[in-house]
């Protein structure tokens, strides 16, 4: 996954604490991430900053992202989506494939009895 040590040591030292979801919310995302796309891609050159601060700004307006990720230098999935959610003070809600989901809780986001959450938005 050390690809790019440069932009590997930026994303680990952004790391902050990792957020844990119980099993009943991890399946109420699970559900809700079914009909989401995937909204950031990880390309060739891997976990950049501009990737990082892209996939943040998804999660801060949207909460729920599904992240393409493209497997280099014999990197599992996982791996890298734990990477990820540790770069973005996110959580993993579920991996498949080369398809991540994260979750991140924006309480700034304004919120009116009765409207959808911000990810079917």
């Not at 996939?55 to 990477?83: M, Q």
């Not at 579920?94 to 809780?105: D, K, M, S, Y």
Request: hydrophobic share 35%; with cysteine.
């Amino acid at each position: 996954m050390e690809r790019h040590p440069d932009r590997c040591a930026w994303v680990h030292h952004q790391a902050g604490k990792d957020e844990k979801l119980k099993g009943r919310d991890r399946a109420e995302l699970r559900a809700e991430a079914h009909r989401l796309d995937p909204m950031v891609h990880i390309g060739q050159h891997g976990m950049t900053p501009s990737l990082i601060s892209s996939l943040d700004d998804a999660l801060r307006t949207r909460e729920l992202v599904k992240v393409k990720l493209r497997t280099y230098d014999n990197a599992k999935p996982k791996d890298i989506a734990n990477s990820l959610a540790l770069a973005t003070n996110s959580a993993v809600v579920q991996v498949i494939g080369r398809t991540a989901t994260l979750f991140r809780e924006n309480p700034d986001l304004e919120r009116k009895r009765g409207d959808p959450p911000p990810w079917r938005r």
